[in-house]
């Protein structure tokens, strides 16, 4: 397997500011720091992963700035190039070795931040921050894409304290993909709720989940928590699309699970996946989201049913199969990020251990392409977290 080739880019520095902002001394304005950047990859991943020097960003007048420490290997896709990545994705799962990595599109960057405050804003009144606290930054539109030793946030409602008992790298993992997959759960619970309604007290929805990775595991563990008496009324099938995360569904959660090997004819993936599920399905939340895995979602989907992918997904995806849909009455279903609001009602109840996050494996920041490859060969259960160094490790 060809492992992404690891470009070093250098910038020339040079003073800028973020709008609104307070501007910075000259010795910061020359310091250069270090970003990764994971770019939508080419059929085989190379070049992929690139290493900049950027200048110090600016503190904004409103906002602040932040020391990362460690950023997920994230699930957001940059709005700028959706239908590039879409495409990606697609070339990527028409047999490429790596093509089980990117079915939750697990390589697009940057968008989990978790660190410490190292500058507050001149305008800022805000005092329940300090510099120094321990924060997450929420994913607010024009978040900048790559992972950076600093970041500059526009404003400061967008950072949300954490708990002194949670670990920054498990931080690091709630602001895009946990909070999407809270955000999806609560999205399906509108439609599960109208399904047992309408079958009657003794009625059960059946529910196929595509994916093994953290989102699979975030959704699973949500909804356990939210709803634990409604379980005997809910069926969940998860589809595997690699090794990776079996061993937790089906020792800790006792999840049925069907494997979608690509070995295997389409209608035999189909007729398996009903078969393990008891018939056709009521909902689908699917976060691998390529359209191999939409269509044959749609073939294992009940009439009236409902297909949830993520809205940054959809674009693509409505406009395939949104006439398809109507011929059987069924659904796809858009399903936004999450609010700041859920984002830190998860902020405590990961950090009260009432839900409990999905295992991770931290890299350094400067071994990115290890993480990339290790993705790919379905080697990481859970999340990659990437790490940046503190102040005193890189002297």
């Given at each position: 397997m060809l492992l992404p080739e690891v470009k070093t880019m250098e910038t020339t520095p040079v003073p800028g500011g973020s709008e609104g902002g307070s501007g910075g001394s000259e010795l910061e304005m020359a310091r250069l720091i270090k970003q990764v950047s994971i770019e939508s990859p080419s059929h085989k991943l190379k070049e992929c992963i690139f290493n900049f020097d950027e200048p110090m960003p600016d503190v904004p007048e409103l906002g602040a700035r932040v020391k990362v420490r460690n950023a997920g290997v994230c699930y957001r896709l940059r709005s700028a190039s959706s239908s590039a990545s879409i495409k990606s994705l697609d070339v990527l799962a028409m047999g490429s070795p790596l093509h089980h990595s990117v079915r939750d599109t697990s390589l697009f960057p940057g968008y989990e931040v978790a660190g410490t405050i190292d500058s507050i804003g001149s305008?800022?009144?805000?005092?329940?921050?300090?510099?120094?606290?321990?924060?997450?930054?929420?994913?607010?539109?024009?978040?900048?894409?790559?992972?950076?030793?600093?970041?500059?946030?526009?404003e400061v409602k967008y950072l949300v304290k954490i708990p002194d008992n949670m670990s920054l790298s498990v931080a690091a993992m709630l602001p895009s993909g946990a909070l999407w997959a809270m955000n999806t759960v609560f999205r399906a619970r509108e439609q599960v709720t109208e399904v047992i309604k309408n079958k009657g007290?003794?009625?059960?929805?059946?529910?196929?989940?595509?994916?093994?990775?953290?989102?699979?595991?975030?959704?699973?563990?949500?909804?356990?928590?939210?709803?634990?008496?409604?379980e005997d009324h809910i069926k969940i099938t998860v589809a595997c699309l690699r090794d990776e995360g079996i061993s937790i569904l089906r020792d800790e959660l006792g999840i049925d699970i069907v494997q979608w090997s690509e070995d295997l004819y389409e209608e035999q993936l189909v007729d398996r996946t009903r078969d393990a599920c008891g018939g056709t399905v009521d909902v689908v939340i699917d976060f691998s989201a390529t359209s191999r895995s939409v269509r044959r979602a749609m073939k294992c989907l009940e009439p009236g049913g409902v297909v949830l992918v993520s809205a940054e997904h959809a674009e693509s995806f409505l406009a395939r199969y949104t006439k398809e849909a109507e011929k059987s009455d069924q659904k796809l279903v858009a399903v936004q990020l999450g609010s700041l609001d859920q984002l830190k009602e998860l902020v405590q109840l990961v950090g009260t251990n009432e839900i409990e996050p999905p295992p991770h494996h931290i890299f350094p920041a400067d071994r990115a392409n290890e993480a990339i490859a290790k993705i790919g060969k379905g080697q990481i259960q859970g999340r990659a977290i990437l790490e940046f160094p503190e102040e005193e490790e890189e002297e």
């Open positions: 305008g800022v009144s805000d005092a329940e921050l300090a510099v120094g606290d321990r924060v997450i930054v929420y994913p607010y539109e024009g978040h900048p894409p790559g992972y950076g030793e600093y970041i500059a946030v526009p007290e003794r009625g059960t929805c059946s529910v196929l989940l595509v994916g093994t990775g953290g989102l699979a595991l975030w959704a699973l563990r949500i909804v356990r928590y939210f709803w634990p008496s409604k």
